[in-house]
Antibody
Framework: QVQLVQSGAEVEKPGASVKVSCKASGYNLNGYAMHWVRQAPGQRLEWMGWINTGNSKTEFSQNLQGRVTITRDTSASTAYMELSRLRSEDTAVYYC?????????????WGQGTLVTVSS | DIVMTQSPDSLAVSLGERATINCKSSQSLFSNSNNEDYLAWYQHKPGQPPKLLISWASTRESGVPDRFSGSGSGADFTLTISSLQAEDVAVYHCQQYYSRPITFGQGTRLEIK
């Protein structure tokens, strides 16, 4: 069955970077888009960006442009999201989430979430 | 960006009763190219990832109980739980996937009365 298993919780200082991994099993990573979504305390789910595995292009939310990177290691069936220049408002649960096709925005499976806390 | 607004923010319903959650989008999510509305509903329980319940506004995902149904078109949508069960306590999110950036509603917290 499809599973997305994310790396563990992180505590980072303001200005640092964090890299969250998402290991996919039960399907071919290259066959489906991978989105990253976060939810800060008391806030709605916020889409951060994605990798279209059909053309290998990435695209990011305007709010995070320049601070977020999404990559994948197909040999390890793992996707990564790195967020740099962390601020306190980046404290959130971060999810990887599978699109239903290489270029699809509809999400069908989610990782369990990774709590990232930004605190001095 | 398309803004998604859910109502109510929270809802308390008795077991066995109907629960109705609404979602409005700031622009139409209907595509003439495939006659579909690009609207999904997710169920989100504490400590768990969101679970896809409904896609294309009204298509129930495999394994989702038939007490869950989605309706609506254009910019107005509804999630209905016909007979509330204890395990349905969760936050429910609507999401548009009509255009980037993907956007979500603020969530509706559903509790037992």
């Amino acid at each position: 069955q499809v599973q997305l298993v994310q790396s563990g919780a992180e505590v980072e200082k303001p200005g640092a970077s964090v890299k969250v991994s998402c290991k996919a099993s039960g399907y071919n990573l290259n066959g489906y888009a991978m989105h990253w979504v976060r939810q800060a305390p008391g806030q709605r789910l916020e889409w951060m960006g994605w990798i279209n595995t059909g053309n290998s292009k990435t695209e990011f939310s305007q709010n995070l442009q320049g601070r977020v990177t999404i990559t994948r290691d197909t040999s390890a069936s793992t996707a990564y999201m790195e967020l740099s220049r962390l601020r306190s408002e980046d404290t959130a649960v971060y999810y990887c989430a599978r699109g239903t096709c290489p270029g699809c925005y509809l999400i069908d499976y989610w990782g369990q979430g990774t709590l990232v806390t930004v605190s001095s | 960006d398309i803004v998604m607004t859910q109502s109510p923010d929270s809802l308390a319903v008795s077991l066995g009763e109907r629960a109705t959650i609404n979602c409005k989008s700031s622009q139409s999510l209907f595509s003439n190219s495939n006659n579909e509305d690009y609207l999904a509903w997710y169920q989100h329980k504490p400590g768990q990832p969101p679970k896809l319940l409904i896609s294309w506004a009204s298509t129930r995902e495999s394994g989702v109980p038939d007490r869950f149904s989605g309706s609506g078109s254009g910019a107005d949508f509804t999630l209905t739980i016909s007979s509330l069960q204890a395990e349905d306590v969760a936050v429910y999110h609507c999401q548009q996937y009509y255009s980037r950036p993907i956007t979500f509603g603020q969530g509706t917290r559903l509790e037992i009365k």
